[in-house]
T-cell receptor, first 113, second 113 residues
Framework: AQSVAQPEDQVNVAEGNPLTVKCTYS??????LFWYVQYPNRGLQFLLK??????LVKGSYGFEAEFNKSQTSFHLKKPSALVSDSALYFC???????????FGSGTQLTVLP | DAGVIQSPRHEVTEMGQEVTLRCKPI?????LFWYRQTMMRGLELLIY????????DSGMPEDRFSAKMPNASFSTLKIQPSEPRDSAVYFC???????????FGEGSWLTVV
């Protein structure tokens, strides 16, 4: 079965340090991969997506992600973390006739002041 | 532009009562999705509509759940009768047929006591 995996339930990083939230995929063909963020008591907000083309994708709020086909990964990164980046992050892939999203289990990012 | 609008944002109800959650998708979007988020199961797709027609309801947990989309700007998810295990956050989301990005509402936070 196709899936994405987020191996870390929790990531802690100090403010100003670079952050990485990991995602690996097991998706056939050319995967469409997404990152969403969920702030406390809020809905999911789209951050960025990889469809095709450049492997480095830039998104909202200074986030970027690199599609790595050989390692089947799509890690989310930011050069300098902010306390306000603290949230729940979801990796997802598109599948099915409706191109619906299937999500990973989520990673709670905490940026410490 | 207005995003996906859901109501109510929060609802607390007693077991056995009927619950109706409402959604207004983004204007011009052809697909509407209902997702459920729980701690145990993460984000799950319940049902989706294309041009107001239900296409796949295989994610609906049981017959107590039903969803309708009487027109392009309105959908409901109904639980009757509700049970404590239905307590979750229910998200509505929508997408254009020509696009890849799914946009989510703020969610309806349901507690069944």
């Amino acid at each position: 079965a196709q899936s994405v995996a987020q191996p870390e339930d929790q990531v802690n990083v100090a403010e100003g340090n670079p952050l990485t939230v990991k995602c690996t995929y097991s998706v056939s063909g050319n995967p469409y991969l997404f990152w969403y963020v969920q702030y406390p008591n809020r809905g999911l907000q789209f951050l960025l997506k990889y469809i095709t083309g450049d492997n480095l994708v830039k998104g909202s709020y200074g986030f970027e992600a690199e599609f790595n086909k050989s390692q089947t990964s799509f890690h989310l990164k930011k050069p300098s973390a902010l306390v306000s980046d603290s949230a729940l992050y979801f990796c997802a892939f598109v599948s099915g006739s409706a191109r619906q999203l299937t999500f990973g289990s989520g990673t709670q990012l905490t940026v410490l002041p | 532009d207005a995003g996906v609008i859901q109501s109510p944002r929060h609802e607390v109800t007693e077991m056995g009562q009927e619950v109706t959650l409402r959604c207004k998708p983004i204007s011009g979007h052809d697909y509407l999705f209902w997702y459920r988020q729980t701690m145990m199961r993460g984000l799950e797709l319940l049902i989706y509509f294309n041009n107001n027609v239900p296409i796949d309801d295989s994610g609906m947990p049981e017959d107590r759940f039903s969803a309708k989309m009487p027109n392009a700007s309105f959908s409901t998810l109904k639980i009757q009768p509700s049970e404590p295990r239905d307590s979750a956050v229910y998200f509505c989301a929508s997408r254009k047929a020509s696009g890849n990005t799914i946009y989510f509402g703020e969610g309806s936070w349901l507690t069944v006591v």
